[in-house]
């Protein structure tokens, strides 16, 4: 299986579209898009609200599942994302969800806890702490790997996490 995660495009159309286009089984948009609900270039994302996006039409959080996993995805605003990942961690126990994704620090990162994997693709078009604009592959069978790829579509760095069928 195979997803796309980005995040806090801020209005920036083109790096949505583009990165819209690639091929997966599901694309997301972990919030502050800036964009309206009904615009065209989302559909067929799913996608939350972020602290920037002003349409309230978008929901706070997503639950879907990917193959065999639950994916539950937030802004992380809502979450203290920037300070710890408690908040996520317990939300996400008591979803039973297999992967998070977030987004709101504009820093891109993956982490395994307790057989969670937690996903922040980083931002497309504003990053943070001198690091490139960037989205996420996650892809996933036996193992779990990770793509931070920059607007290029060149990967940035690769985190493969292994043994994870069934973990939980």
Known sequence: MRVIVMSDSHGDKETVNAVSA????AIFHCGDSELAWDDTLLTNIHIVKGN???????????????GSKKIWMVHGHEHDCKRTMLPL???????GADI??????????????????????GSTILPREGKQPTFAEIEW?????????????ETVITV?????ANNR
């Open 22 to 25: 690639l091929q997966a089984d």
């Open 52 to 66: 920037c996006d002003r349409d309230h039409r978008f929901p706070d959080s997503v639950i879907v599942e990917v």
């Open 89 to 95: 961690y317990y939300h996400a126990l008591e979803l």
């Open 100 to 121: 998070v994704l977030f987004g709101h620090s504009h820093s891109y990162g993956a982490e395994l806890r307790d057989g969670i994997l937690f996903v922040n693709p």
């Open 141 to 153: 069978e036996d193992n779990y790997r990770v793509y931070f790829k920059n607007m290029s579509m």
């Open 160 to 164: 493969e996490i292994k043994n994870i």
